[in-house]
């Protein structure tokens, strides 16, 4: 038998550690797993472990993100929204793969799909709360923070469907705030009283909101001015989109906004400032491991209950990327950090402005 070569033997220690860490996680839950348990239970040696993992609350989001992406990776093109152990409420819902008829249908069927999270009758307490995703003593401060401002994002990209269906012109960011509050406000309850309530009635409940009128509009503060230029942008391999999934031309007609973690809320920017046919890409740029596993978690999470519903050119207009501090760098912009708000402005594979500071997606846009 050939010799696994250094990379190999890296990969297949990680995969155990996650594979014990997610046993251990299943069976106590976050608050009372233990690092030496873990190492026990992949054969390796405490150092081994955190030689890959800095920390319990690394090893947790990266179970929690890839049971996410495997769960995303099983759903087909055509929109198998539910699980096979969804509960049996689902059963007498007709599973229907065809293209929402409205956004309250589209919205209705969202929540179903969010909702199959909820822990089963057999599910330890431990066990459910890894089935829900949650969150709960896991984050600090900081983590907490970032968790707002990727909240913020979470909605943009659950509005941007809504606003793809018939029947629901403008903006519907805080239809999709009230919605994504009523989902994890099911989901906070089902972990302390599990089995409360039908999963049913609040997936209708959640559809039923799109009758409401929220007087929703886009009123964003002045911008600063942008720099024009005009600079050829290097080629680039085409990043993950974390949106609507594939890859991401980053030399395509569009704005480049590039945010910190504290600057999230800021991609509806780059969104509403693009004109027809453009496109508008976010970079987030996080610097450690922790805080891009909790970004790729949420969103992945989120477009994995929305792409079976909606069809994928809902998103052609808004990509997201995760970035290391690479990529940003090679488009010119250096020294990130978590309040970084920078933009570019892209025309026929030119740079012709950039921009920093609140509003720089606006600036970079209106400068061409």
């Known amino acids: 038998m050939a010799r696994l070569t250094r990379v190999q033997q890296q990969a297949r220690t990680r995969a155990a550690v996650l594979a014990a860490a997610r046993a251990e996680f299943t069976e106590h ?3 009372g797993a233990k690092v030496d348990r873990i190492a026990d239970r992949a054969d ?3 150092g081994a472990v955190y030689s890959n993992f800095p920390g319990k609350r690394a090893l947790y989001l990266a179970v929690l993100v890839a049971m996410v992406e495997e769960g995303a990776a099983g759903a087909n093109a055509a929109g198998e929204a539910a699980a096979a152990a969804a509960p049996a409420a689902w059963a007498a819902v007709p599973e229907d793969a065809a293209a929402p008829q409205s956004a309250e249908d589209a919205l209705t069927r969202f929540a179903r799909a969010w909702l199959d999270r909820l822990p089963l009758a057999g599910d330890s307490a431990a066990g459910g709360r890894l089935r829900l995703r949650s969150l709960a003593g896991v984050l600090d401060g900081e983590g907490r923070d970032a968790l707002a401002q990727i909240a913020r994002l979470e909605a943009l990209l659950l509005a941007v469907g809504l606003e793809s269906c018939e029947g629901l012109p403008g903006r519907r960011v805080r239809l999709a705030e009230l919605a994504l509050t009523l989902l994890n406000g099911s989901g906070l309850l089902a972990e302390l009283a599990p089995g409360f309530g039908d999963p049913l009635d609040r997936a209708r409940a959640c559809g039923h909101l799109a009758r409401l009128d929220l007087d929703d509009a886009w009123n964003p503060a002045p911008a600063p001015p942008a720099e024009p230029g005009r600079e050829i942008l290097a080629p680039l391999d085409a990043p993950l989109d974390l949106a609507g999934g594939g890859r991401v031309d980053l030399g395509a ?42 970004l790729r978690l949420r969103l992945t999470d989120l477009t994995s209950c929305l792409r079976p519903v909606l069809p994928a050119d ?7 990327v995760l970035d290391d501090g690479t990529l940003t760098a090679a488009i010119g912009i250096d020294g990130t950090a978590a309040d970084t708000e920078a933009a ?3 025309r026929d594979g030119i740079v012709t402005a950039r921009a920093t500071g609140p509003g720089a997606a606006r600036a970079a846009a209106a400068a061409d």
């Open 314 to 320: 809902a998103w052609q207009g808004l990509h997201v």
């Open 253 to 294: 007609d569009g704005v480049i906004a590039v945010l910190g973690t504290a600057r999230l809320a800021a991609a509806e920017d780059a969104l509403r400032s693009t004109g027809p046919g453009e496109q508008a890409t976010v970079i987030i740029v996080a610097a450690d491991d922790e805080t891009r596993n909790l």
């Open 344 to 346: 570019l402005r892209v």
């Open 44 to 46: 390796l040696t405490r």
């Open 29 to 31: 839950g976050y608050a």
